[in-house]
């Protein structure tokens, strides 16, 4: 395979990917304060399809406890009166959310240099 394609076609997939990251840290971030709501996780894992490396990825939940508020008037109070929150942190979704989108930019410039560069070369080749 060509180099620029191939350099090209991985920025494609990582922008994709980061794309994806954001999508679930939005999700996180809207249900912050929505009571039994787990934290979405985006995993990768590598899987071997024709002879080549590609990664998959599926949706996990955060096993991690919310916190537990005393209102016994909550309708998902449990016996004791208590309610467990989101384990949400909206900090770290912030951060992640922030990683997220720099590595979609840099994806990006990846992209750019490559197709710039393969514009260079048609242009040579046309000479």
Known sequence: ?????????????????????MGITSENISNVDTPGYKRKLLMLEPQQALGGDFMTTRIQLDQKEGVQEFDPAHPMANADGYVTMSNVSLVTELADMREANRSYEAN????????????????????
Do not use: H, T
């Open 108 to 127: 990006l410039n990846s992209f750019q240099q490559a197709r710039s560069m393969y514009r260079s070369l048609l242009d040579i080749l046309r000479r």
């Open 1 to 21: 395979m060509n180099p620029l394609k191939a350099s090209m076609m991985q920025a494609v997939l990582g922008m994709e990917l980061q794309s994806k990251r």
